[in-house]
């Protein structure tokens, strides 16, 4: 399922996340102020609701940057859109490149329409980042 809203509610955030998350499973929170994140995952562990908010990648070079590795990543896996993620789904057919001057596309994704596809990033990248923290050697 999917979540894209703006400026939710956070009893309206509990009712959606309680109602498709099963006991144990780790919801992956992100929210655009990064004090904001740290709140809603406490409050959605005070309803029993495991959340950790998700490791955003900082790799320097600039939001561009990021942006690249983030779809550089995801690229190289099939995903497939499960057909209840509509603004998903909507979201990939419409993701475009920037242009330059001369209109030539550049490797940096435009900003904007890309809400979801940023949150699956992070998503995997905390989970990769978690397993690494844990792999034994």
């Known amino acids: 399922d999917e979540l894209v809203e703006n400026r ?22 992100d929210c655009s102020e990064k004090m904001e994140i740290h709140t809603i995952t406490k409050k959605l562990d005070q309803y029993g609701i495991r959340a950790k908010p998700v490791s955003k990648y900082n790799g320097g070079g600039g939001k561009g940057s990021f942006k690249l590795h983030g779809i550089l ?15 998903f789904a909507r979201e990939i057919r ?10 030539k596309t550049i490797h ?30």
């Open 8 to 29: 939710l509610d956070m009893d309206d955030l509990i009712d959606f996340v309680d109602s498709f998350v099963y006991d144990g499973e780790t919801v992956w929170a």
């Open 73 to 87: 990543q995801l690229r190289s896996y099939t995903i497939y859109i499960n057909e209840t993620c509509t603004e």
């Open 94 to 103: 419409s993701y475009a490149w920037q242009k330059d001057s001369q209109g």
């Open 108 to 137: 940096i994704p435009e900003d904007g329409n890309d809400h979801c596809v940023d949150c699956l990033y992070y998503a995997l990248n905390s989970i990769f980042k978690a397993r690494a923290r844990t792999k034994v050697h």
